[in-house]
T-cell receptor, first 113, second 113 residues
Framework: SQQGEEDPQALSIQEGENATMNCSYK?????LQWYRQNSGRGLVHLIL?????REKHSGRLRVTLDTSKKSSSLLITASRAADTASYFC?????????????FGEGTQLTVNP | ETGVTQTPRHLVMGMTNKKSLKCEQH?????MYWYKQSAKKPLELMFV???????ENNSVPSRFSPECPNSSHLFLHLHTLQPEDSALYLC????????????FGQGTRLTVV
């Protein structure tokens, strides 16, 4: 079964606004990761949060993890047009997935100048 | 640049052709992966190699044949593919198979005609 599921599927905002994307998963995890993908390109790792962490920051990125609700959110503050991309969450570890990374379908973020 | 290089970037092949995708990483990682990304679907893990040994084959059809001659190089040999195999094929590496981030190549856009 699919592990990470992002919400919303698509998000369109104006430059300077904040963007929030959510990810839900089904089984226990060791960590959850967020990746970014520009159209037709490879994925770039953004941030990793471990199952015993609740919040993590990296520059304009803020990730939260709620293991009781099996959900995570990615907040991009003060968005820029260059942030336009697809964003994926990926879960690692747990009973069913072992050591593999299991990706969701992604959120397509469009930041309008 | 993520340190993972894939060639070619684009490939068009007929259903009777034989071609190979190449992936090379200069990060000193011990684990390498092949993923398939089709439109509107989550990334699908195809194969996992750890220290040159295949540790996972995610029920991939035999028309896809991986080869890992050493920890830095990974190939995906293709033969008698179907049009539905058209997708973006992504290679990734990580320090080891486990709870770490993955570094992705830019992908090979494959079109089967």
């Amino acid at each position: 079964s699919q592990q990470g599921e992002e919400d919303p599927q698509a998000l369109s905002i104006q430059e300077g606004e904040n963007a929030t994307m959510n990810c839900s998963y089904k089984t226990s995890i060791n960590n959850l990761q967020w990746y970014r993908q520009n159209s037709g390109r490879g994925l770039v790792h953004l941030i990793l949060i471990r199952s015993n962490e609740r919040e993590k920051h990296s520059g304009r990125l803020r990730v939260t993890l709620d293991t009781s609700k099996k959900s995570s959110s990615l907040l991009i503050t003060a968005s820029r047009a260059a942030d336009t991309a697809s964003y994926f969450c990926a879960t690692n570890g747990g009973e069913t997935s072992g050591s593999r990374l299991t990706f969701g379908e992604g959120t397509q973020l469009t930041v309008n100048p | 640049e993520t340190g993972v290089t894939q060639t070619p970037r684009h490939l068009v092949m007929g259903m009777t052709n034989k071609k190979s995708l190449k992936c090379e990483q200069h990060l000193g990682h011990n684990a390498m992966y092949w993923y398939k990304q089709s439109a509107k679907k989550p990334l699908e893990l195809m194969f996992v190699y750890n220290f040159k040994e295949q540790t996972e084959n995610n029920s991939v059809p035999s028309r896809f044949s991986p080869e890992c001659p050493n920890s830095s190089h990974l190939f995906l040999h293709l033969h008698t593919l179907q049009p539905e195999d058209s997708a973006l094929y992504l290679c990734a590496s990580s320090p080891h198979v486990g709870n770490t981030e993955a570094f992705f190549g830019q992908g090979t856009r494959l079109t089967v005609v």
